[in-house]
C-alpha cells in the first residue's frame, strides 16, 4: 500500500497540493485522473522522491520515502515521468539497461541481460533496439522509457500520462498489459490517465484530483460518475455503461456542428 498522510506542496507562493491524504491500494491498477494543472505529476513525483516532500508522510510498503535509501526505494517502485529528457544520442537497449541498474549496479549479470531482453520483447522493441532514441517516433520512444520502467521489475509502477503519443491499439495493448500484470503478479501500478475511458474500461480504483485536492478517490463504477465527472472537467458529460463498465460520453460536438452546418444552410 502507499499512504499519503497530510502532503501539501508549495512552489514559491503558489500552493500546488493541499490536504493530500490517499490510501493507493496494493496489487491493483489505479488511475489517477483530473484535468491539466490538478497536480498529478507533481503527486506522482513527490511518491517517487523525484520532488523533496515538504510537508507530511508517504509511505510506500511501509519505507517512509523521506528517509529510505534511494536504492531501496529503486527495487521497490518505478516511475516513468510525463517529460522525460534523456540523452538521445543513446541506442533503445541501453536506455532498458537502465532500468535494471538498482539491481547491479553497474554490473549487469546473466539475469539482467534476459529482463533487458523480456522487456524489449513485451513492448515490442526487438526491430528498434539498436537505434537511437533521436531516430524513434514519439510513440515509439513512449514505448522504450515504459520497456526501461517494466525493466526495473519493482512491486510498484508509477506511469505518468504513458499512453502520451501511443497508437490506439498500443494504448489498448498496454492498458491490458498493466491489468495482466496486476492480475497475474499482483503488482501494484498506478497511471495518469488523460482519456477518462481508459480508467473506465481497466482501473480498478479512481482517484480524482483538481486544484491541487483529493475530490474522490474509490472503485470505478463509484468515482466516475455524470456529476462528478462534470464537475470535475467543468463540462457536461454522460457516463452510459458498456461491458459491465461505464463508457463517458464526452463528445459532444456532433450536435452542435449539426446545428451550425443547418445554420449555414440556412444563410446560403
Ligand atoms: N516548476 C513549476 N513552477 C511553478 N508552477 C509549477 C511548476 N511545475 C508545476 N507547476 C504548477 O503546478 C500545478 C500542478 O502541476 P502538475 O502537477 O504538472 O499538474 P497535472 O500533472 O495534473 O497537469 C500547475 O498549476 C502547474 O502550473
Ligand atoms: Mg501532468
Same mark, same amino acid.
Request: net charge neutral; aromatic share 4%; charged share 20%.
Given at each position: 500500500m502507499i499512504e499519503i498522510e497530510g502532503v501539501q506542496h508549495r512552489i514559491g507562493a503558489a +500552493?500546488? #497540493? +493541499?490536504d493530500i491524504g490517499l490510501r493507493l491500494p496494493d496489487g491493483k491498477l489505479t488511475a489517477l485522473i483530473g484535468p491539466n494543472g490538478a497536480g498529478k505529476s507533481t503527486l506522482l513525483r513527490l511518491i517517487a522522491r523525484l520532488e523533496p516532500l515538504q510537508d507530511g508522510t508517504i509511505r510506500v510498503q511501509g519505507q517512509d520515502v523521506a528517509t529510505t535509501p534511494t536504492a531501496a526505494l529503486a527495487r521497490t517502485m518505478a516511475i516513468m515521468v510525463q517529460h522525460n529528457s534523456v540523452a538521445s544520442r543513446l541506442r533503445v537497449r541501453e536506455l532498458v539497461g537502465f532500468g535494471r541498474w538498482p539491481h547491479h549496479q553497474g554490473r549487469p549479470r546473466a539475469a539482467d541481460r534476459a529482463a533487458v531482453e523480456r522487456a524489449l520483447d513485451a513492448f515490442g522493441l526487438q526491430p528498434l533496439?539498436?537505434?537511437?532514441?533521436?531516430? #524513434? +517516433?514519439g510513440g515509439q520512444a513512449q514505448r522504450a522509457y515504459l520497456a526501461m520502467t517494466f525493466a526495473q521489475d519493482t512491486g510498484w509502477l508509477l506511469l505518468d500520462e504513458p499512453l502520451n503519443n501511443l497508437d490506439v491499439a498500443h494504448a489498448r495493448a498496454l492498458m491490458a498489459r498493466l491489468a495482466r500484470l496486476v492480475r497475474e503478479t499482483g503488482r501494484s501500478v498506478v497511471t495518469v490517465v488523460h482519456e477518462v475511458n481508459y480508467a473506465a474500461a481497466w482501473a480498478d480504483h479512481v482517484v480524482a484530483m483538481k486544484n491541487g485536492r483529493i475530490v474522490a478517490q474509490g472503485a470505478a463504477d463509484d468515482v466516475l460518475t455524470e456529476s462528478l465527472l462534470s464537475d470535475l472537467y467543468e463540462t457536461p458529460v454522460e457516463v452510459s455503461r458498456h461491458d459491465g463498465r461505464p463508457l463517458v460520453l464526452h463528445h459532444h460536438s456532433h450536435s452542435q456542428i449539426d446545428q451550425r452546418e443547418r445554420g449555414v444552410e440556412m444563410l446560403h
Amino acid at each position: 500500500m502507499i499512504e499519503i498522510e497530510g502532503v501539501q506542496h508549495r512552489i514559491g507562493a503558489a +500552493s500546488i #497540493l +493541499s490536504d493530500i491524504g490517499l490510501r493507493l491500494p496494493d496489487g491493483k491498477l489505479t488511475a489517477l485522473i483530473g484535468p491539466n494543472g490538478a497536480g498529478k505529476s507533481t503527486l506522482l513525483r513527490l511518491i517517487a522522491r523525484l520532488e523533496p516532500l515538504q510537508d507530511g508522510t508517504i509511505r510506500v510498503q511501509g519505507q517512509d520515502v523521506a528517509t529510505t535509501p534511494t536504492a531501496a526505494l529503486a527495487r521497490t517502485m518505478a516511475i516513468m515521468v510525463q517529460h522525460n529528457s534523456v540523452a538521445s544520442r543513446l541506442r533503445v537497449r541501453e536506455l532498458v539497461g537502465f532500468g535494471r541498474w538498482p539491481h547491479h549496479q553497474g554490473r549487469p549479470r546473466a539475469a539482467d541481460r534476459a529482463a533487458v531482453e523480456r522487456a524489449l520483447d513485451a513492448f515490442g522493441l526487438q526491430p528498434l533496439a539498436g537505434r537511437f532514441l533521436d531516430e #524513434l +517516433s514519439g510513440g515509439q520512444a513512449q514505448r522504450a522509457y515504459l520497456a526501461m520502467t517494466f525493466a526495473q521489475d519493482t512491486g510498484w509502477l508509477l506511469l505518468d500520462e504513458p499512453l502520451n503519443n501511443l497508437d490506439v491499439a498500443h494504448a489498448r495493448a498496454l492498458m491490458a498489459r498493466l491489468a495482466r500484470l496486476v492480475r497475474e503478479t499482483g503488482r501494484s501500478v498506478v497511471t495518469v490517465v488523460h482519456e477518462v475511458n481508459y480508467a473506465a474500461a481497466w482501473a480498478d480504483h479512481v482517484v480524482a484530483m483538481k486544484n491541487g485536492r483529493i475530490v474522490a478517490q474509490g472503485a470505478a463504477d463509484d468515482v466516475l460518475t455524470e456529476s462528478l465527472l462534470s464537475d470535475l472537467y467543468e463540462t457536461p458529460v454522460e457516463v452510459s455503461r458498456h461491458d459491465g463498465r461505464p463508457l463517458v460520453l464526452h463528445h459532444h460536438s456532433h450536435s452542435q456542428i449539426d446545428q451550425r452546418e443547418r445554420g449555414v444552410e440556412m444563410l446560403h
